[in-house]
């Protein structure tokens, strides 16, 4: 069985090195790993990832809600040079976040800027949302036409517009721990399910295996096609949508 992880960090794994991730990643098989920077900073580690392992990592530029006070005034000539230099680069991790009190109207215009690159490149978007539903709810429309929702564990009625527009949705091992999770795992189409570790923060790409095992029963699939079926949103989801 082959295995894909839509969001993590591999720069933040302080314990091991670029060489020994990628060669685990491969020991577990893992064919693609969205590999989402948090900050400017984190650029160049994952165009180092992306030239060790072009195959398997795609690097995501993008700049973290939490993140936007610390940023350079020229990110966005930063992001568009990283977006030229790897064609298999997409977009994040960027989007709206209420939980550290950053200023709604600066992170508007930040991810606004986001989606500008996403449309100029014509490459997706992993977005990041936390209790700001209705902010993104808002501007459904001025989306690029790929995008996903990393670590997704909102409503089923988020979930119609989400899917409505043409996102898809990326669940981590954490979600379980609720077990209302269940009925929105099976709401969601096996053609939009993608799965992802948050590693090193919210889980860990090897427990992904597991996670498919689990998937599979709750929405009774069995787990082989289930893979095959997420690997297949995957390359859907990275390639270009014209
Ligand atoms: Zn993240």
Redo the contacts with the bound molecule.
Sequence with gaps: MQFTDS?I?LQDYKTKNAQQIIAELREYNFTKVIC?S?QSDDFSYLATLAELAPELIIPAFGI?PWYIDKVPTDWPELIRHFLQQYPQGILG?CGFDRLKGVDLVQQKAVFQTHIELAKEFNRPLNI?LVHAEDILASIFKQLPPKFLL??FSGSISFLRQILHHGGYISINPLILRNPKSHDLIKAIPSDRLLVES?GP?QSDYSYLPDFIKQISQIKKIDSLSLSRQIQQNLQNFISSSD
Excluded: Y
């Design positions: 969001h960090h989402v948090a973290h991790e990041h990393h670590s948050d923060f």
